[in-house]
C-alpha cells in the first residue's frame, strides 16, 4: 500500500522513512522551499539532520499529486491544524483510508482527532491512528520501535500496521481509539509535569511518585469515558508516558525542564523551537476533568503553572500540601 504522509516534520518525515522501507512513500509539507531542498539532499536537515531518505521517498510539493499517487493518506501535523488539514485534503481523498500519527485534541472544542475527522470526511470512512512511545530520531534511525494503531477498520488496521512493519519496527492493532488517543494526550501534560520537577531537581523518588500517580488520573479519566483499561496501560497509554517524561527528546518534558528552571514559557518556546502539544493539551484535560467530575490534581497544577496562576514551587508545595487519603478508591 502506497501511503501520502501530509508534514514534514521530524515525525512526519520518520514515518515517512519508515513506510519507505517497504515501499514507494509520497512525503508533502506545506513550504515548497523546504521539498525542494530535500528533493535535492535527500535529507530532512532541518527536522533530521544527518538521516538520508531511503530511494523510496519521493519529497512532493503538489498535495492533489501526492495523493492521487497513493493508496492511502497518513497525516503527521500538530493537533491544532489537524482540521485545517482534513479540509485542504479531503477534495483529493475520495475513497482512500485516513490515517493520522497527530495527539492532543482539537484546540477550543476539546474533541478527539478521530471525531475532528469524522465530522470532515464521514463516521464510516476507514480511518486509523499511529500512536505509542516513539521518537522520531529513533525511528528514522532504524531503533526497534513498537507501536499501536487503533481503527474503526479491521482491515485498514492491518494494512496500516504491515505498511509500517518491519524487524525494526513492530505495531499492535486495537479498535479503541478513544483510549489510545486519550493516553497520547494526557501523557503530554505529565510529561510538562515530570520536566518540571526535574528542571527544580527534586531527585528520582519525585520523578517515580509523578509517573505513578499521573497513571492513576489517566486511568480514572479512562474510566469515566468509557476506554479500555488495557489500552491505557499498553503502548499508547503506559508506554507513552514513560518515554515522554524520561526522554530528553520531548518536547514537553524540555518545556517542563525550563520551567522548572525558571524560564519564561515563551523564553522555553523559542528554545525548543517546535509545537509543545502539552500547553494547549493541559486546557483540554481540565475540562473532560470537570465534565466527567474526575480528579486530576497534577494535571491541575501543571494547568495553573501554565497558565501563570501558580508558580512551579507554589504548585509542588499544594500537592505535597494534600490530606492523607486511600491510594486506591
Known amino acids: 500500500m502506497k501511503f501520502a504522509v501530509i508534514g514534514a516534520g521530524s515525525w512526519g518525515t520518520a514515518l515517512a522513512i519508515q513506510l519507505a522501507r517497504n515501499g ?9 522551499q523546504h521539498i525542494d531542498e530535500m528533493q535535492k539532499s535527500r535529507k530532512n536537515q532541518k527536522y533530521l539532520p544527518g538521516i538520508v531518505f531511503p530511494d523510496n521517498i519521493i519529497p512532493e510539493k503538489d498535495l492533489e499529486k501526492a495523493i492521487s499517487s497513493s493508496d492511502a493518506v497518513l497525516v503527521v501535523s500538530p493537533s491544532h491544524a489537524f482540521a485545517e488539514i482534513l479540509k485542504k485534503i479531503t477534495p483529493y481523498l475520495q475513497e482512500r483510508p485516513l ?4 495527539k492532543g485534541f482539537e484546540p477550543g472544542s476539546g474533541r478527539f482527532l478521530h471525531q475532528v475527522a469524522e465530522d470532515i470526511i464521514g463516521k464510516d470512512h476507514p480511518m486509523a491512528l499511529v500512536t505509542g512511545p516513539s521518537f522520531a530520531k529513533d525511528v528514522a534511525e532504524g531503533k526497534p520501535t513498537l507501536v499501536t494503531v487503533a481503527s474503526n477498520s479491521d482491515q485498514f488496521a492491518r494494512d496500516v500496521a504491515y505498511a509500517l512493519h518491519n524487524s525494526q519496527f513492530r505495531v499492535y492493532i486495537s479498535h ?18 515530570t520536566g518540571i520537577c526535574d528542571g527544580m531537581q527534586l531527585g528520582d523518588n519525585t520523578r517515580a ?5 499521573g497513571m492513576a488520573e ?20 503506559l508506554g507513552d508516558l514513560v518515554l515522554t517524561c524520561t526522554g530528553d527528546l520531548s518536547r514537553n518534558r524540555r518545556m517542563g525542564l525550563a520551567l522548572g528552571r525558571g524560564q519564561s514559557i515563551e523564553e522555553a518556546k523559542t ?9 494547549n493539551t493541559a486546557d483540554e484535560v481540565m475540562r473532560l ?7 486530576m490534581p497534577i494535571s491541575e497544577h501543571v494547568w495553573k ?6 508558580t512551579p514551587a507554589e504548585a509542588v508545595k499544594e500537592l505535597m500540601s494534600r490530606e492523607v487519603r486511600q491510594e486506591f478508591e
Open 24 to 32: 514507494t512513500t509520497y512525503l508533502w509539507g506545506r513550504k515548497p
Open 176 to 193: 479503541d481509539m478513544i483510549g489510545a488517543e486519550l493516553g497520547g494526550a494526557v501523557k503530554n501534560v505529565l510529561a510538562l509535569a
Open 289 to 295: 476533568a470537570k465534565k466527567y467530575n474526575v480528579d
Open 99 to 102: 490515517a493520522w500519527a497527530s
Open 305 to 310: 503553572v501554565v497558565n501563570g496562576l501558580m
Open 271 to 279: 528554545e525548543i523551537g517546535q509545537v509543545v502539544e502539552g500547553i
Open 218 to 237: 489517566m486511568m480514572r479519566l479512562g474510566q469515566a469515558m468509557n476506554c479500555k483499561p488495557e489500552t491505557l496501560m499498553g503502548l499508547s497509554g
Open 209 to 213: 511518585a509523578i509517573l505513578t500517580r
